[in-house]
């Protein structure tokens, strides 16, 4: 694989070891000191390289920690156009849209191991300061909801554990049925989650 | 701690190095071999005993299965006891089991060791062939519920993510809700997992 952001520019004193030094700092900084704990001044300072070179490559703090989950796609942008609509129905986007995501034998080791990640120690903060504000709100957004921080974190108590039974622990049940009959199980449960009292 | 099982008996030869021998050696078949390709003779032999030492410090396979997950309570016999009963209201039951035992100080990291032990590499078996049968499927029977196998499976998928959320994640609603609300959000789930349509 070829780098896309450094094709035909040039114009930077920047390497794959560079960029590999900035993620490397990225992760260290994200698991230590979290995502509000964490500068781009202070990951270029551990890399050795200038803050505007880690702009250059990664663009805001939001998408160097993205870059950083080492993620084949950028589940911002991936789910969030599919998902986008009216709250009506959104529970049945989310799950289509994740499912087909995570059915994709390309993409689901790179997920597997993120989500091994969130659960190791420190994996707290990661999910806290990081994969909570960076990407499940967003995702909230998208999906038309009023208080999507609350919300979405219902949504992930339900998520993770499908994900986990099905992708991770293999439950026959969960592997056995197709998007449909998941759909047809979980969105109305995501839905009351979306939409219901809190 | 003094083990129990050795009080005021002394007619075996066995040692607290003994039960951890054969204890060790069941953990590393079940891991190994899964539940169904583990015997009671084949632990003995790798601890270098009798199997009858085995049966008698530890009784069955499921017995065995459940000491080897290293739990300060029986999962079996504690939640068992709280949720017989009626499939009305089997939701609220399980979760205030299963809440009170997740928030007592004491037991909690046993639990998340295991938890994390589930979701390793060579936990698929672990939960497929040992935690869902031996703890699940009798859990479910006590709860009233038809076809407690498959319901079992989908009552998992969230029960996991809201353990996952609240107690290794920390994500701060979750942690937040007192047992109260949670029943309140969760209980209606989980009864529809365990009387909706299959």
Redesign the interface.
């Known amino acids: 694989m070829t780098s896309s952001v450094r094709g035909g520019r040039g114009r930077r004193p920047g390497s794959p070891d560079t960029r590999a030094a900035i993620l490397a700092a990225a992760r260290a900084r994200f698991a230590a000191a979290g995502f509000a704990g964490t500068t781009i001044r202070a990951v270029a300072g551990d890399a050795g390289v200038d803050p505007a070179l880690v702009h250059h490559y990664f663009g805001s703090k939001d998408d160097l920690f993205v870059a950083a989950l080492e993620l084949p796609v950028d589940p911002r942008s991936v789910l969030a156009e599919q998902v986008v609509g009216p709250v009506e129905g959104a529970g049945e986007r989310l799950l289509r849209a994740l499912l087909g995501v995570w059915d994709d034998p390309s993409v689901q080791p790179a997920l597997l191991a993120m989500v091994?990640r969130?659960?190791e120690p420190g994996?707290?903060a990661?999910?806290?300061e990081g994969f909570?504000p960076v990407v499940l709100v967003p995702l909230g957004s998208a999906l038309g909801v009023d208080a999507p921080?609350?919300r979405m974190?219902?949504v992930?108590?339900?998520?993770?554990?499908?994900l986990?039974?099905?992708y991770?622990?293999?439950?026959?049940?969960?592997v056995a049925m197709d998007v449909d009959a998941l759909v047809a199980?979980y969105a109305?449960?995501l839905d009351?989650?979306l939409t219901?009292p809190l």
């Open positions: 091994r969130l659960l994996g707290d990661l999910f806290r909570l921080e609350r974190q219902l992930a108590s339900q998520v993770i554990g499908l986990v039974l099905r991770v622990v293999h439950a026959e049940l969960l199980v109305p449960v009351g989650f219901g």
